[in-house]
């Protein structure tokens, strides 16, 4: 089991389409110019479409 840095995820995705907001996206690997790319999609609508939130740290 692979444990995921939480500093390489973002903290929530929000869909430009149906406009939800989730955690975790679906992650589905599709085939583009004869290259493999793993695209985040909206688990709801499954459009690519998608707004991703980081949470910044302050500096104080």
């Given at each position: 089991?692979?444990?995921?840095?939480?500093?390489?995820?973002?903290?929530?995705?929000?869909?430009?389409?149906?406009?939800?907001?989730?955690?975790?996206?679906?992650l589905?690997?599709?085939?583009?110019?004869?290259?493999?790319?793993?695209?985040?999609?909206?688990?709801?609508c499954?459009?690519?479409?998608?707004?991703?939130?980081?949470?910044k740290?302050?500096?104080?």
């Amino acid at each position: 089991m692979n444990k995921v840095d939480k500093v390489k995820r973002p903290d929530h995705y929000q869909c430009l389409k149906c406009a939800s907001r989730f955690n975790d996206a679906l992650l589905e690997k599709e085939m583009i110019d004869g290259f493999y790319y793993v695209i985040a999609k909206c688990p709801n609508c499954k459009s690519s479409k998608l707004k991703i939130s980081w949470w910044k740290k302050e500096q104080i």
